[in-house]
């Protein structure tokens, strides 16, 4: 019913730079909170980072300062801009969204297929 595409993922060295994007489509009413969690191997998966739809955001204690979240509420499209990036950065990193599929509907969580992040020199 609703569909996360995401792209931007790939390798690079310490200090350098990413933008993740992840867009959804489908039966989409209203999304609230969107967000981008990261998975290494044998970890659970954690919270990087989330923006409302008014805009207000938080960040772990571990990429505060150097990853930077946004949204394109008209696109339905949700980034990450990651930079400063560290070699315990590298993870599976995934797209999550809080979706209304309908005007009285619950909202439903949905998660991307997620994208491979190797920070390596």
């Known amino acids: 019913q609703v569909q996360l595409v995401e792209s931007g993922g790939g390798l690079v060295q310490p200090g350098g730079s990413l933008r993740l994007s992840c867009a959804a489509s489908g039966s989409i009413f209203r999304i609230d909170k969107m967000a981008w969690y990261r998975q290494a191997p044998g970890n659970q998966r954690d919270l990087v980072a989330s923006i409302r739809s008014g805009g207000g955001t938080t960040y772990a204690d571990s990429v505060k300062g150097r990853f930077a979240i946004s949204r394109d509420n008209a696109k339905n499209t949700v980034a990450l801009l990651m930079n400063r990036l560290k070699p315990e950065d590298t993870a599976v990193y995934y797209c999550?969204?809080?979706?209304?599929?309908?005007?009285?509907?619950?909202?439903?969580?949905?998660w991307g297929q997620g994208t491979q992040v190797s920070v390596s020199s």
């Open positions: 999550n969204v809080e979706v209304m599929t309908a005007r009285y509907s619950l909202w439903t969580d949905y």
